[in-house]
């Protein structure tokens, strides 16, 4: 058990609603802040209409924005008061990460052979070192790249359990087990008698709300399941990306009318994690990708290695489908370098940061976290926040105004704007702070903001992390938005920086739909009278 399942009670999926006063109010709510915090400067109006509006009655708003240049606050509402990061606490991570491994550092995933191979044939075991790539030649990585699929229309993969708008990169998975497949026949093996197995002990596979973060990744260790209509009363078909043994899907999906709800679900075999049943219905004349998230990336990645081997006319004895079996190896990190036989190169760190803080990837943030742990000589992913918080000490923040549990912001991280500002505005005076402000989305063009703001006059000049934390009610379905926030970075028609953070807290929405558009829109629009004003 990872220390923050230790340390904390179990978090209910109930919404209590709390009164929550206003951003004209006069304190805060129980437990949420110091009470009033002085105002600096004049709400622009076109923020203060947004404010207003019914939805946010219950809620309150913390700003503040400050000259990049000198520090000096020119916009401020209740930023002394503390309130949930959400995912804009990855911007610490990436930050961190930045600061700590270097943009340009990247990792190397080696293949070793436990055994002099003779004749071609290795009587011994081919392992796979995981390296914590989160691409393995994925999402063009083969290019130096890491892809994603936000725009303004689509939504990365990565949340396609839950978003009806998911898409893939149009890039091959498995193109970097297929390098290294190739490699390891180049050696001149061609049979491998013993087995194929991964090792996964970098680090401890941390457990994150959004699921486990392994220290190895093959198309995010998720199978894509794309779900096309037949005519109407029909089987839906699927397909599978990538194309593996490694999990069986069965189909009871049918066809409906067209204009009718779709809704697809996928479920394991309590058994049998290896199989999965997509069930539901689906709208003629349309098509959807689902996902299934695999629990055991080790095993998962282990399948797909011996597939490609196989492709590259290496003959694995051993099945393809079965648990991987680490517990013969040798002493990590114990691996002769004359036994290697292959080995892939990652993408840069910066080029991992920007897919995270475009995409909000909460799994990619969570490695970081344990990537830092490593690198401080810790295979306890936790303790990757040693050095984010050595970095905060650096940077002047607060100490005991950040809290964090984990690499992504999961709740309930907290910070103030005060705080964030600082974080940010230090960033941006480092080494790597330039390509910091650039990797953050931007109002309408890019990652979690893309669709957001594309016709409006600070399109193209608003840059920040997103963050959003909901919960809902399950007697009304009502949406409690415990946070919704914006972290970065405003250019003003001068071409003058300033640096803000934004949250809006304690909002009610009537269904998640309604709340995830609204909010977001209104927050992002609240920014951009920011800049327009200022």
């Known amino acids: 058990m990872n220390r923050r399942a230790a340390a904390l009670p179990l978090l209910v999926s109930t919404v209590v609603l709390t009164a929550f006063t206003s951003s004209t109010g006069s304190s805060a709510s129980p437990g949420e802040g110091p009470g009033p915090q002085p105002q600096v400067g004049e709400l622009p109006a076109a923020a203060a209409a947004i ?41 610490f991570t990436v930050g961190t990460t930045y600061a700590t491994l270097g943009t340009d550092a990247t990792l190397t995933t080696p293949v070793y052979a436990t055994a ?20 393995m030649g994925g999402r063009g990585a083969m290019s130096g790249r890491v892809d994603h699929a936000f725009t303004a229309d689509t939504i990365d993969h990565v949340y396609g359990d839950v978003a009806p708008n998911a898409a893939f990169v149009p890039d091959d998975p498995l193109a970097g087990l297929d390098d290294l497949a ?32 392994p220290s190895i990744y093959v198309n995010d260790n998720i199978l894509d399941i794309t779900v096309a209509a037949g005519g109407v009363g029909e089987p839906a078909v699927l397909d599978l990306r990538p194309q593996t043994q490694a999990v069986t899907v069965t189909s009871t999906v049918t066809t409906t009318d067209a204009g009718t709800a779709t809704s697809l679900t996928v479920t394991p075999d309590p058994g049998d994690p290896t199989s999965v049943t997509v069930s539901g219905t689906i709208a003629a004349g349309t098509s959807q990708l689902t996902i299934y998230r695999v629990p ?28 991987n079996d680490e517990a ?12 290697r036989v292959a080995a892939l190169t990652s993408p840069t760190m910066r080029a991992f940061g920007r897919m995270i803080l475009e995409t909000s990837y909460n799994t990619g943030a969570n490695a970081l976290m344990c990537l830092l742990a490593v690198h401080g000589g810790s295979p306890d992913c936790l303790d990757g926040l040693e050095a984010v ?38 960033a941006q005076t480092q080494p ?48 409690l938005y415990k946070v919704q926030s914006l972290a970065g970075y405003l250019t003003t028609e001068r071409g003058e920086r300033l640096v803000f953070s934004l949250s809006m807290s304690g909002a009610t929405y009537p269904d998640v739909p309604t709340g995830l558009h609204d909010a977001n829109e209104d927050v992002a629009a609240v920014a951009a009278a920011f800049q327009q004003a200022l």
């Open 116 to 135: 002099e191979p003779a004749g071609g044939v290795l009587a011994g075991d081919l392992v796979l070192v995981a390296s914590g790539d989160l691409a």
């Open 389 to 426: 918080h050595s970095q905060l000490d650096r940077a002047g923040v607060v100490a005991e105004d950040v809290v964090l549990f984990d690499g992504q912001g999961a709740d309930p991280a907290s910070t103030t704007p005060d705080q964030m500002v600082a974080w940010m505005r230090w």
């Open 296 to 323: 055991d990336a080790a095993s998962w990645a282990r399948t797909l290695f011996v597939e490609a081997l196989g492709r590259a006319g290496v003959t694995v004895t051993s099945s393809a489908v079965g648990p």
């Open 182 to 213: 190739r490699q390891v026949a180049a050696s001149g093996v061609t049979e491998i008698a013993g087995d194929v197995v991964v090792d996964t002990r970098l680090w401890e596979t941390f457990d994150g709300q959004e699921g486990p973060a």
């Open 51 to 91: 404010m207003s509006k019914p939805e946010f009655e219950t809620a309150r708003w913390l700003y503040s924005v400050a000259e990049a240049e000198t520090g000096r606050v020119v916009l401020a509402g209740r930023a002394g008061e503390s309130v949930f990061t959400a995912s804009t606490a990855k911007n």
């Open 328 to 339: 013969g190896l040798p002493p990590a990190g114990s691996y002769p370098a004359e036994d």
């Open 432 to 479: 790597w702070g330039e390509e910091f402000a650039a990797d953050q989305p931007v109002l309408g063009v890019s990652g979690t903001l893309a669709s957001t703001g594309q016709d409006g006059p600070a399109a193209g000049e608003v840059a920040a992390k997103t963050g959003t934390s909901v919960d809902v009610d399950p007697t009304t379905g009502r949406v």
